[in-house]
T-cell receptor, first 115, second 114 residues
Framework: EPEVTQTPSHQVTQMGQEVILRCVPISNHLYFYWYRQILGQKVEFLVSFYNNEISEKSEIFDDQFSVERPDGSNFTLKIRSTKLEDSAMYFC?????????????FGPGTRLTVT | AQSVAQPEDQVNVAEGNPLTVKCTYS??????LFWYVQYPNRGLQFLLKYITGDNLVKGSYGFEAEFNKSQTSFHLKKPSALVSDSALYFCAVRDIYNFNKFYFGSGTKLNVKP
């Protein structure tokens, strides 16, 4: 069964540094998402992306965040200047359609630790 | 606003016994409800969904969920638990105004003991 993959599985960075989290969505999917889960808290929506542009973003997704689909397979989340509170598990997801009946498929996550 | 609540952080059950993982929802309009499971070091895996139709929804790995409109609940059930069912379970609701967004519950850790 096709899967969403994410790299790296764990990233440690110093405060103020830039990080790029990478995702390879399922190949025929057109809608892409990032979520995050701070330890012990809920999974929170960050952003959705379709047709090379952001279609929706949450209040968490401020100017330090950006997303990109640099080629036909990768989908990236960049955090420009990391803060301690960015430490979380980041999940990428993809979906074939935005139609209600279509579920999102999630990757295994990247654990980001900001020191 | 759409939201789901999972009132139990942890559920313990013996192998072979029935299990229930609870979820209640709060939505304006018709709810579109999902259950996902997360095994260690894996992503969230889709289990089942309720969009419309029968209140009892069957999903992967023998799981089912019952949609109850009067109680605004969508509890996950399995008649006979396996040790391998031990994982973190998330209930989610899809935003009816923006289908791209899912709102997740806080998760329930299911422990199935042999």
């Amino acid at each position: 069964e096709p899967e969403v993959t994410q790299t790296p599985s764990h990233q440690v960075t110093q405060m103020g540094q830039e990080v790029i989290l990478r995702c390879v969505p399922i190949s025929n999917h057109l809608y892409f998402y990032w979520y995050r889960q701070i330890l012990g808290q809920k999974v929170e929506f960050l952003v959705s992306f379709y047709n090379n542009e952001i279609s929706e973003k949450s209040e968490i997704f401020d100017d330090q965040f950006s997303v990109e689909r640099p080629d036909g397979s990768n989908f990236t989340l960049k955090i420009r200047s990391t803060k301690l509170e960015d430490s979380a598990m980041y999940f990428c997801a993809s979906s074939e359609s935005e139609v209600l009946s279509y579920e999102q498929y999630f990757g295994p996550g990247t654990r980001l630790t900001v020191t | 606003a759409q939201s789901v609540a999972q009132p139990e952080d942890q559920v313990n059950v013996a192998e072979g016994n029935p299990l229930t993982v609870k979820c209640t929802y709060s939505v304006s309009g018709n709810p579109y409800l999902f259950w996902y499971v997360q095994y260690p070091n894996r992503g969230l895996q889709f289990l089942l969904k309720y969009i419309t139709g029968d209140n009892l929804v069957k999903g992967s790995y023998g799981f089912e969920a019952e949609f109850n409109k009067s109680q605004t609940s969508f509890h996950l059930k399995k008649p006979s638990a396996l040790v391998s069912d031990s994982a973190l379970y998330f209930c989610a609701v899809r935003d009816i105004y923006n289908f791209n967004k899912f709102y997740f519950g806080s998760g329930t850790k299911l422990n199935v003991k042999p």
